[in-house]
């Protein structure tokens, strides 16, 4: 292996000293995973060193290297070896040389950069592994020259990402101010004035988007607001006149009622007269006497006198049945009907029976046949 990879050689032959490989173990697997684990460590204390005065740097990465975790110790023992063998060395060139042993492992046909050993040439290369020979090949070139390459495009990406930062920055502040910021400030002020009691606001509408049908419906509710106040102060300075208007059109109308309810007991009290003389208990007879009581449905009151109207009927009396004054014989008859229907209409029905039944026993008082 070559001389600067000396410190990872030791690193990989620990790591396979100390790997024990399980069932499903895969060595090729765990030991790329612990180059990176080794390629961090090397990034980490190679930065740390470059912050080292070049000045006191001999003394300082003594005391640096006794601080490093184990996982360092065969890297710290090359430097160390480095400082042993280059004792009239100044920390400029001790820093060179230590950056040797601390270059990082690059994968397969991966981008990397390099510097040249006097640290001011930096590379662009590529590490290619031939199997078949067993060689490493590292190819490269001068990062200066793929600037210059790259430096047409980056001019042309240089002043896309100002235009783009332009339009950022400048055009889309000013866009959202216009279409986004400007009528939502409105549309708060104009809140803010409502709660304040203003309701003669109007917020502007620029473009019927989302904020400007919320605009338009926030005027819609404030016209509907501002209506519903004028329509309520009306009501509240025309109370009184409105007031004595609905008092006298509900007086009127309860005359009209009680009118009407007056007319309409009058007619309960004509139909009641009529009905009472035809529910008489017309029966004679001292053997067999008979006796009745009718309820009807509804009960009323006309001028002081109190009645009842419905279509309840009982009648009873006597018939004389025969040729002649001396054979006929007498019959007693006791009718009791319902007439369908309530109060005028039930009454109606009643009186058309009791008219019948009255009228055949009348008929048969006057005639010897029936």
Known sequence: MPEYFIAYKISILDFLKHYKETQNGNLKKDLLKYFDELNKLTFVNYNRITFIHDEDFRKEIEKYLRKTPKEFRPFAEVIRQILKNNQ?????????????????????????????????????????????????YEGGYRYIDYRAFIHHSALQQTIIFL?????????????FRGSLIKPLDELLEGVKKVNRGDLSVKVPVYVQDEIGYLATSFNKMVVSIREAKEQLQDYANNLEEKVRERTAE??????????????????????????????????KSQKVPTEFIVKQYKEFEFRGKTS?????ICVTGNLRLGKS??????????????????????????????????????????????
């Not at 005359?255 to 009290?269: N, W």
């Not at 009842?308 to 309840?312: K, L, S, T």
């Not at 019948?356 to 026993?361: F, G, L």
């Open 308 to 312: 009842e109207i419905g279509g309840d």
């Open 325 to 370: 004054l001396d054979t006929a014989k007498r019959f007693i008859v006791a009718m009791n009907g319902d007439a369908m229907g309530k109060s005028t209409q039930g009454a109606g029905g009643a009186l058309v029976m009791g008219v019948v039944m009255n009228a055949i026993m009348a008929r048969s008082a006057r005639t010897i046949e029936f």
């Open 88 to 136: 009239e060395a100044s920390g400029k060139i001790l820093k060179l040389k230590i950056y040797q042993y601390l270059a990082p492992l690059r994968p397969h046909k991966v981008r990397h950069y390099r510097a040249s050993k006097d640290g001011f040439t930096h590379f662009v290369s590529y590490v290619e592994y031939d199997p078949d020979s067993n060689i490493v």
């Open 163 to 175: 235009i783009i930062f332009f339009v950022v920055t400048v055009i889309y502040p000013l866009f």
């Open 250 to 283: 509900l007086n009127a109308s309860l005359q009209e009622v009680r009118r009407l309810k007056q007319m309409q007991d009058g007619d309960y009290y004509l139909t009641s007269l009529l009905l009472k003389p035809l529910m008489v208990n017309f029966n």
